[in-house]
């Protein structure tokens, strides 16, 4: 497929930065631009590096296979009964991050390496046919909206607070002081489902949508996102000036952020305010999804597009490589032969630009303890055999139900991830 325009009177227009922050070695993000789907994501990895950032490139791939493969609208399978009432772009979404969350849980729990990985993950599909916008996510990774000079956000933390708070909506500043900060109770990976949140909005040309990991929400004020948009509309600059506020804040995390703008379909480009969209720096995305061509790279060291990421060269044993082999192998599963051929198609193009950096102190994985916690010491996990003969056992996880709604719950959990309800030791 080429352009991604239709006789619909809008087009997204995207950019996306990733950055290591500056308190973290490894950066456990990744994001995918694919215009020509009107798929836009971020993903944030947990788990620690060879894990964390596995994680997070399995589940952007997973969605990627699962679109590339869906490009007709046919979903494979039955609707599931909760999903029936659903407009058919937001049950694509829904069905995405399901099988995304299949994927990284069947690899956390085939290999020593992976084991107790997992990833937050925010997806966008903008549909230029009936001219909405689909926002799914599990975690903490954020969707905003940017209209006519005033912020929304989106999507709800799956968060130790807010499950409290919808538990107990009276909660004081006081008791609310008291709680862990920044742990969340749902990830992709920690089981083999997902209860998946998604929301369908109507869009307007001139919309701005930013999805954003924690690493830049929890750094950057709405007012402060607000005043960048005031300072350029160009997608590309705001999402640079966003990652250096995050970074001069401390930068405690890794920090990512793309931002879609719905554009009128008659505007040239050349009449766009900051139509700086044709620079050629080598982490700049144009309105096609596309990564512009390197030659005048000058600002960013190394240029790592998402689609390209080889997770064997992050692998530091032959064990680790089987592992990432295997990455692919269930990331591709049962799509591919749904998918049309690649004759045809835009380049599959997603930028993740890394800068000139100082070196950096390790940091720990504070907010995810918690969530990594929550699954209790497991069985030895058997060690990847040689390619020919991968393991497939699972690993035994130790499970309990909450006393309130019965829900199954690792052990360890001090809230039920479902109702919110304390459990006791």
């Known amino acids: 497929m080429g352009e991604f325009r239709t006789s619909s009177r809008t087009r997204p227009v995207a950019a996306a930065v990733t950055d290591v922050g500056r308190q973290r070695k490894h950066n456990e993000d990744n994001v995918l631009v694919k215009s020509e789907l009107g798929l836009f994501v971020v993903a944030d990895g947990m788990g620690g590096h060879n894990a964390g950032n596995v994680a997070s490139a399995l589940a952007t791939r997973s969605l990627d296979n699962f679109f590339e493969a869906t490009r007709t609208g046919v979903l494979p399978g039955p609707v599931p009964a909760d999903e029936q009432g659903l407009d058919p772009g937001a049950r694509r979404v829904v069905a ?114 930013l999805l954003c990991s924690d690493g830049l929400s929890g750094m950057v004020s709405e007012q402060q996102i607000l005043d960048v948009f005031d300072i350029t509309q160009d997608p590309q600059e705001a999402c640079d000036l966003l990652i250096a506020m995050a970074n001069e804040a401390g930068g405690t995390d890794n920090i990512s952020a793309l931002i879609v703008r719905i554009q009128p379909e008659a505007l040239d480009d050349a009449q766009l305010d900051g139509a700086e969209l044709e620079d050629t720096r080598p982490h700049r995305i144009d309105e096609l999804g596309a990564t512009l061509p390197p030659a005048a790279a000058s600002v960013r060291e190394r240029q790592l597009p998402v689609e390209e990421v080889e997770l064997e060269a992050a692998a530091s044993s032959d064990s680790e490589r089987i592992a990432a082999q295997q990455v692919h192998s269930i990331a591709d599963s049962g799509l591919r032969s749904q998918a049309q051929g690649a004759a045809g198609r835009a380049p599959r193009m997603a930028a993740v630009p890394v800068a000139d950096r100082r070196s950096r102190a390790a940091a720990g994985s504070g907010r995810y303890a918690a969530v990594a916690a929550a699954a209790a010491p497991r069985a030895p996990v058997k060690e990847a055999p040689p390619p020919a003969k991968p393991a497939k056992r699972p690993t035994e996880v130790r499970v309990a139900r909450c006393a309130h709604c019965k829900h199954e719950l690792f052990i360890g959990n001090r809230f039920c991830v479902e109702c919110g309800a304390p459990i006791k030791p």
Not at 118 to 129: H, M
Not at 132 to 145: A, E, M, P
Not at 160 to 183: F, H, V
């Open 96 to 209: 995405a991050i399901r099988k995304a969350n299949h994927d990284v849980f069947v690899i956390s729990n085939t290999y020593t390496q992976h084991q107790g990985m997992g990833s937050t993950v925010v997806a966008a599909y903008v549909s230029c046919e009936t001219e909405q916008i689909h926002v799914g996510h599990v975690g903490d990774s954020r969707c905003y909206r940017i209209r006519q000079g005033e912020i929304e956000q989106l999507t709800k933390d799956h968060s130790l607070i807010n499950d409290a708070l919808a538990l107990k909506p009276d909660l004081s500043q006081d008791e609310l002081a008291r709680l862990p900060k920044n742990i969340i109770t749902r990830a992709l990976g920690m089981k083999d489902a997902v209860k998946v949140d998604i929301r369908s909005e109507r869009t307007q040309p001139g919309d701005v949508f």
